[in-house]
C-alpha cells in the first residue's frame, strides 16, 4: 500500500471511505429527512477525515471514528434547523397489539429474550452493525428517527421533543415501541441465528 501524495493516505483507505458512503448517507437520509442535506453531512464528514488523516489514530476502526465525525454534524445540522417537520401522527393500534402480546394479563413478560452473551462484544461485529441496520429499516421511519436521536445521537428526551414538536410522553411511547422492536428483530435476527450455528 503505497501512500498518496505523501499525506500518510492509501489507496486501501480511500476505497474504504468510499465503501462507507452509502451506510453514512441512509443514516444521514433518516435523521435529517433531506436527502440534499444528508449529502451534505456525509460529504463534511469524509473531507473532514480526508483533511486531517493524521486525526485518526487507529483506536477505534475506521468506520467508527468516521461515524462519530458523521454524528456531530448531524447534530450541528439539527441545531442549526431547529424548526424541522413534526411527525406526522400514526396509527398505533397495531403496535400496540404487537406489545400487547408479549404480556400476559398481570404484565409479566410470557417468554424472556434470549441470553444474548456479551452484547458489547457483538458491537464490535461490523455483522452486527448491518443487522441492526436492516432492523431500524423495518421500523416507521419516524419510529427509527427518534430511536437514533436518543440513542446514537444522545440528544436529551427535551430537546428531541423541540426538535420534532411531539410531547414528552409521545417520545417515550416511541421510544419504548423502537425498543421492542428491535429487540425481536435482532433476537430473530442475530442472536437467534447465532444459537443455531
Given at each position: 500500500m503505497?501512500?498518496?501524495?505523501?499525506?500518510?493516505?492509501?489507496?486501501?483507505?480511500?476505497?474504504?471511505?468510499?465503501?462507507?458512503?452509502?451506510?453514512?448517507?441512509?443514516?444521514?437520509?433518516?435523521?435529517?429527512?433531506?436527502?440534499?442535506?444528508?449529502?451534505?453531512?456525509?460529504?463534511e464528514?469524509?473531507?473532514?477525515?480526508l483533511?486531517?488523516?493524521?486525526?485518526?489514530?487507529?483506536?477505534?476502526?475506521?468506520r467508527?471514528?468516521?461515524?462519530?465525525?458523521?454524528?456531530?454534524?448531524?447534530?450541528?445540522?439539527?441545531?442549526?434547523?431547529?424548526?424541522?417537520?413534526?411527525?406526522?401522527?400514526?396509527?398505533?393500534?397495531?403496535?400496540?397489539?404487537?406489545?400487547?402480546?408479549?404480556?400476559?394479563?398481570?404484565?409479566?413478560?410470557?417468554?424472556?429474550?434470549?441470553?444474548?452473551?456479551?452484547?458489547?462484544?457483538?458491537?464490535?461485529?461490523?455483522?452486527?452493525?448491518?443487522?441492526?441496520?436492516?432492523?431500524?429499516?423495518?421500523?416507521?421511519?419516524?419510529?427509527?428517527?427518534?430511536?437514533?436521536?436518543?440513542e446514537?445521537?444522545?440528544?436529551?428526551?427535551?430537546?428531541?421533543?423541540?426538535?420534532?414538536?411531539?410531547?414528552?410522553?409521545?417520545?417515550?411511547?416511541?421510544?419504548?415501541?423502537?425498543?421492542?422492536?428491535?429487540?425481536?428483530?435482532?433476537?430473530?435476527?442475530?442472536?437467534g441465528?447465532?444459537?443455531?450455528?
Amino acid at each position: 500500500m503505497t501512500p498518496i501524495d505523501g499525506t500518510g493516505m492509501t489507496a486501501t483507505y480511500l476505497q474504504q471511505l468510499e465503501s462507507m458512503r452509502p451506510a453514512l448517507l441512509r443514516f444521514a437520509i433518516l435523521q435529517l429527512r433531506n436527502e440534499s442535506m444528508a449529502e451534505d453531512v456525509v460529504q463534511e464528514s469524509l473531507v473532514a477525515v480526508l483533511e486531517k488523516p493524521q486525526q485518526y489514530a487507529g483506536r477505534a476502526s475506521l468506520r467508527t471514528y468516521v461515524t462519530g465525525i458523521l454524528k456531530h454534524k448531524i447534530l450541528d445540522t439539527l441545531r442549526r434547523n431547529s424548526r424541522l417537520q413534526a411527525l406526522p401522527d400514526e396509527d398505533g393500534q397495531q403496535d400496540d397489539d404487537a406489545i400487547d402480546a408479549l404480556f400476559n394479563a398481570s404484565g409479566h413478560v410470557l417468554a424472556m429474550p434470549r441470553d444474548w452473551g456479551d452484547p458489547d462484544a457483538a458491537l464490535h461485529q461490523k455483522d452486527f452493525f448491518r443487522v441492526m441496520e436492516l432492523c431500524l429499516e423495518k421500523l416507521p421511519p419516524a419510529t427509527a428517527r427518534i430511536f437514533m436521536m436518543r440513542e446514537w445521537l444522545e440528544m436529551e428526551t427535551a430537546e428531541i421533543c423541540k426538535e420534532l414538536e411531539i410531547s414528552p410522553s409521545n417520545a417515550w411511547v416511541m421510544l419504548y415501541r423502537a425498543r421492542v422492536r428491535l429487540r425481536e428483530c435482532l433476537d430473530l435476527n442475530w442472536f437467534g441465528v447465532k444459537d443455531k450455528d
